[in-house]
């Protein structure tokens, strides 16, 4: 088994864009857990309210602790879900956050319904993802990065500290709350409501 790491942050945060250069700049493999869960049919049931599928948590870990088993090198577990893996089989997750305004703009330019946006950039907003990376693997295993703006650096960033060469800070400091208004936090508190 090669070293594990999890790339997790909310939707639009650009976790698709990094593992794919550190697979490239790392010669990292790169698991998607929810193409994996769609791809095996690790799925209970469609959300319509949410616009997503609601992964059959048991068995994609299951299925993932073998394939990781069977890997050599950086193992890269891309998730939005990094909660549901267990402790002992990561090295290192790196939550990936962006500045909420920008994540909007993001995720709109994927014309996702308000409902989503507002939901998936509250989340970004309170930090929803790094905190239960921080309940699941405890500080000394969490790292958060600020892809706000993806530069060629930040990936070279990452794949030195993967490697071992370079020391992030671990633990969650990312505040949002501390650089965003009430107004614009308030913008996205109403996620229940209508599509447009």
Known sequence: MGKVVIIAGTPGTGKSVICGKLAETCGAVVVDLSRVALEKGFITMYDELRST??????????????????????????????????????????????HPLILEKRLLERGWSRRKVNENVMAEILGVIAVNALNTFGEDKVFEVDTTNIRPELVDLLCSAIKGLTR????????????????????????VGGED
């Open 53 to 98: 599928y609601v992964v059959d948590e048991e068995r994609l870990v299951t299925h993932v602790r073998e394939l990781v088993k069977s890997l050599e090198g950086i193992v890269i577990l891309q998730t939005h879900y990094p909660e549901i893996l267990p402790r002992d089989l990561v090295d290192m997750v790196v939550v990936l956050r962006t």
């Open 168 to 191: 992030l800070e671990p633990g969650v400091k990312v505040d949002w709350l501390s650089v965003l208004s009430p107004e614009e936090v308030a913008r996205f508190e109403d996620y």
